[in-house]
């Protein structure tokens, strides 16, 4: 898509919303509204004031001269932060995400927007839109995945939600903000295309198609610029190609300066001072600084005009200036309705990786009477500020991407009383002592052990991890306690909480493995659920699981630098636009997992794979069998090879994808549209995304990135195949798989060549 094309399909997709104001009419009325302003009043608007020692995490002041009563701006992804358990603790990013569920992902914004709007927060700090390049980052969970348009798929979904409340959505951390080790002093060298084919993926779709009404500047620096102070990521690509209207916030204390931040359009200073602490809720780098920058002309009037505009016209956009909700943090929303959705998405994100015999689900049989439950993971979690202990079951990492909780239902008490119900006799070890547990897994019919790892933000560091997990390996023995369950009871099935990946040395020794993440409150009850039958597994990874190594970047362990600074660690992303599943596409990689696995208690086949090339988009439709006995649903993905005019890009990408409920032996046609965008690539050279018009895409369709066994040309300009090209159809395909294996070695020296822009 041009990007001279953005603003008129932005225009375009206001005219069909019937009940949001367009950003033109929210443009009229701010404008309306700023024109009496002092220059004093509109650093009140830029200014966070209250540094993070007030109700919200971070506040603009009122103006009472105009009744404006300030902005209040709260975390997070998991929920309302710091609400004293009065807000629901909803599951992590990573498992909506793993539900590859586009109604539940709407419906979870929409339940968690209707919480911060009736707390009369303004500014919601969700969704979290980073890339997992390394699955040992800290807060991977806060996010969707590796894969670009997916996770801006997810983004998307999430941000509509929330604002279709009436909450501004904070599209974060932008950008290349990946991992935890001195993300205040470190930068991404991120080449130009990957830059724009996989960072700013997400964030073109929640601001073209989302209508973001804010942006957060990440703490990190990007090719040597830190983001608050790149103009040329924040102005001449944010605001400039993309056509951002909403308005950039720092992230919290990532403001470092007032010339460079402020002349490069950061538009607002959370939390406001110059550091964290009562001692700077009036000392920021800001403020009365602002002015001295204009007299001084290091920036104009206009600059101060145009950030106070965009936060008014935001606030018009989102119709809050008028009778907004007061702020009141401890209004109870934890609701029963918010309980249920949040343990179906629990249950719907828990992905089956390994069923032998169909050792699942439970039920009562002459050869299952009796379960052990083993694992101190199973039993009642101990609830630290911010989640920063590890001790019990693992509903959320640690940071500010968690919750207070006011309650969380472990696995143990929701399998007992489930097991009762089902007359299964429960036995259990709430430890983690390995010899200890056998003895109690040795005469059950069978053993379930749970097991955990943590990761978070790196202002905590837990059990020696400082944000980033120090290894892929799970915590408190975990590994010996499976594998002393296991040489005992030869019916063992592991649950694993985390954010991510973990080694798995007991893949060949376990008959059952279910991957839960990071489910919140309602945790146990969503697993039960899984375990019992009560609800089939449809979850699957949004990422590959691999061993450490096999990845082809990872986190730094650098001692700390001062934020801001010159002296940065520096995360060259020299894997460029081959993240997650294209490097092991493109290095013949077989994962543990790939991207997109995920088991189920039934059987599902794909088949009548059709493509039709149109001026707006990829048609796509396929055919979904239930081959099973049960009830259940699947998860169809579309990928798709480029033309082999583009050069040096990936074997395949994800673009497409859909979820389907099938009944036993029940057929769907799926149809899955991929749009102009989706069939673009960032050129370099134009400076602008380009949709081949010549040679052919192979569409593929399938369950995950290693299981597509469906596969069909269909001609980039939109053109039937000729009889003669039809007939050559498959000798073509296979030419192009030849020349992708031959270019492997010059891929990797185009890499190496790839201009950095200048920042």
């Known amino acids: 898509m041009k990007f001279s094309s953005v603003l008129s399909t932005v225009a375009i997709v206001f005219a069909t919303k019937s009940l949001a104001i367009s950003w033109e009419e929210a443009d009229a009325k701010a404008r309306e509204w700023c024109k009496d302003l002092t220059n004093e009043e509109k650093i009140t608007l830029v200014t966070g004031r209250e540094n993070m020692t007030g109700v919200c995490v971070g506040s603009i002041d009122p103006i009472e001269r105009k009744g404006f009563k300030g902005i209040c701006l709260q975390d997070g992804p998991a929920g309302v932060r710091f609400a004293k358990g009065t807000a629901t603790s909803w599951q992590a990013s990573i498992n909506t995400a793993a539900t590859f569920d586009r109604k539940l992902l709407r419906k979870v914004g929409e339940a968690q927007g209707k919480e911060f709007y009736q707390r009369g927060i303004n500014v919601a700090l969700a969704p979290s839109m980073g890339i997992q390049r390394a699955p040992a980052a800290g807060r991977i969970f806060e996010s969707y995945g590796e894969d670009p348009f997916y996770v801006g798929q997810c983004g998307l979904e999430v941000l509509k939600g929330i ?92 403001i470092f300066d ?211 997990r120090l290894n892929l390996d ?147 439709t396929l055919t979904v069998k239930n081959t099973g006995k049960v009830a259940g649903a699947a998860v169809p993905m579309i990928f798709l090879s480029f033309p082999e005019s583009v050069k040096d890009y990936p074997v395949r990408l994800f673009k497409g994808f859909d979820k389907v409920m099938l009944k036993a032996g029940q057929s769907k046609e799926v149809k899955i549209f991929i749009d102009d965008h989706g069939l673009s690539y960032y050129d370099v050279e134009s400076e602008d995304y380009v949709r081949p018009k010549e040679g052919e895409f192979t569409v593929f369709a399938g369950s995950n990135a290693s299981d597509l066994p469906l596969k069909v040309n269909v001609l980039a300009n939109g053109d039937d195949y000729s009889e003669d090209e039809a007939e050559n159809e498959e000798e073509v395909s296979a030419e192009v798989e030849e020349d992708n294996e031959d270019s492997a070695s010059e891929d990797e020296k185009e890499l190496k060549k790839r201009s950095y822009k200048n920042y």
Request: net charge negative; charged share 25%.
């Open 163 to 254: 604002q279709s409340q009436g909450v501004i959505a904070n599209a974060k951390h932008f950008i290349a903000n990946d991992q935890e080790n001195n993300r205040g002093a470190s930068t991404s060298n991120v080449p130009e295309q990957a830059l724009w084919d996989v960072y700013m993926e997400p964030f073109y779709r929640t601001v073209i198609d989302g209508e973001a009404g804010t942006v957060m500047a990440s703490y990190n620096a990007i090719n040597g610029t830190y983001s608050t102070q790149n103009k040329r990521l924040l102005t001449d690509s944010l605001k400039g190609k993309l056509g951002f209207q909403g308005f950039v916030m720092s992230d919290w204390w990532a």
């Open 474 to 620: 799970l915590w408190h023995g975990g590994n010996e306690l499976i594998e002393a369950v296991a040489a005992v009871n030869k019916n063992t099935i592991v649950v694993i909480h985390s954010p991510g990946p973990v080694n798995v040395p007991f893949l060949d020794k376990v008959k059952g493995i279910i991957f839960a993440g990071l489910p919140g409150q309602e945790t146990g009850n969503a697993i039960t659920d899984v375990l019992f039958g009560d609800v089939n597994p449809s979850g699957h990874l949004p990422y590959t699981w691999a061993p450490r190594e096999d990845y082809p970047t990872d986190v730094k362990y650098e001692p700390e630098y001062p934020d801001g600074g010159d002296k940065m660690t520096v995360y060259d992303y020299n894997e460029g636009l081959f993240v997650g599943y294209r490097w092991f596409d493109k290095n013949e990689i077989k994962p543990t997992f790939p991207f997109g696995y995920g088991l189920s208690y039934t059987t599902f086949e794909y088949s009548d794979l059709e493509a039709d090339m149109e001026d707006d988009g990829l048609y796509v």
């Open 258 to 468: 007032v010339e460079k931040s402020f002349g490069a359009g950061t538009d607002m200073n959370m939390p406001g001072g110059k550091y964290w602490g009562p001692d700077y809720v009036d000392d920021s780098f800001w403020g009365k600084h602002i002015l001295e920058c204009i007299e001084k002309g290091v920036f104009p009037q206009e600059r101060l005009d145009d950030a106070v505009l965009r936060i008014i016209r935001t606030m018009y956009k989102l119709d809050q200036m008028d009778n907004y909700p007061e702020v009141n943090l401890y209004v109870d929303t934890n609701t029963k309705e918010n309980a249920a959705l949040n343990r179906k998405v629990g249950a719907d994100s828990n992905v089956l990786l390994k069923n032998a015999d169909n050792i699942l689900p439970l039920k009562k049989s002459k050869k299952v009477k009796k379960i052990a439950v083993i694992g101190k993971d199973s039993m009642p979690p101990t609830l630290c500020e911010d989640m920063r202990c590890a001790n019990g079951t693992l509903p959320l990492g640690w940071g500010s991407g968690t919750t207070d909780f006011k309650y969380v239902v472990d696995p143990l008490s929701a399998i007992t009383k489930r097991a009762k119900k089902a007359n299964l006799k429960v036995t259990s070890y709430g430890d983690d002592d390995a010899k200890k547990a056998a003895k109690v897994a040795k005469n059950a019919d069978v053993a379930i052990v749970f097991v955990q790892a943590d990761s978070g933000e790196e202002y905590i560091t837990v059990e020696g991890n400082a944000g980033d």
